[in-house]
T-cell receptor
């Protein structure tokens, strides 16, 4: 089975711009979670989508949004980028059930200048 | 909110030796999952081992084993016969098995493990 893929792998944006990151889960997985990883804050949960519905959301401003498509692929969008949004964004996929494990993608490294 | 604490920001071990990474967590629930993830320089997060809270037996995966002390809310990872490829950041994580937050992992701040030849 192919693993979790994230595109793009690297991205450089300017303050004020917006960005869209994509995550393709493992085939058959219905849940996609997003995490932001920074040296200062560590790994922080952004949101989780299950069967096209947002099931849980972390404490991030409304500039961070996401969605999930019928094929379980997910996108997250960050509008009006700030310098502090520079981070590694990780997505994880799972079956979405109580006992299912989460498998992570390689991440998208976003740099905001 | 659940909190996961890793009190050792850095650890080092000689190749072939054994090292133990510590993790404590705070929860009022009786049923949950605990995980150790490894993140090498490639940044790919890899699941090392998992433990279900209802199981008294400590999980083992080859050279990796845990010491799960439920009453003490402690979950340490022991790496035996350390190899150079074990060098990575190790994260302890907690997850609920049900409810709207079952898809969310709560991570500690990580322990950077260095393996010396």
């Amino acid at each position: 089975k192919a693993g979790v893929t994230q595109t793009p792998r690297y991205l450089i944006k300017t303050r004020g711009q917006q960005v869209t990151l994509s995550c393709s889960p493992i085939s058959g997985h219905r849940s996609v979670s997003w995490y932001q990883q920074t040296p200062g804050q560590g790994l922080q949960f952004l949101f989780e989508y299950f069967s096209e519905t947002q099931r849980n959301k972390g404490n991030f401003p409304g500039r961070f949004s996401g969605r999930q498509f019928s094929n379980s692929r997910s996108e997250m969008n960050v509008s009006t980028l700030e310098l502090g949004d520079s981070a590694l964004y990780l997505c994880a996929s799972s079956l979405g059930t109580a006992y299912s494990e989460q498998y992570f993608g390689p991440g998208t490294r976003l740099t905001v200048t | 909110a659940q909190t996961v604490t890793q009190s050792q920001p850095e650890m080092s071990v000689q190749e072939a030796e054994t090292v133990t990474l510590s993790c404590t967590y705070d929860t009022s629930e009786s049923d949950y999952y605990l995980f150790w993830y490894k993140q090498p320089p490639s940044r790919q997060m890899i699941l090392v081992i998992r433990q279900e809270a209802y199981k008294q037996q400590n999980a083992t995966e080859n050279r990796f084993s845990v010491n799960f002390q439920k009453a003490a809310k402690s979950f340490s990872l022991k790496i035996s016969d350390s190899q150079l490829g074990d060098a990575a950041m190790y994260f302890c994580a907690y997850r609920r098995p049900r409810g709207s937050t079952l898809g969310r992992l709560y991570f500690g701040r990580g322990t950077q493990l260095t393996v010396w030849p």
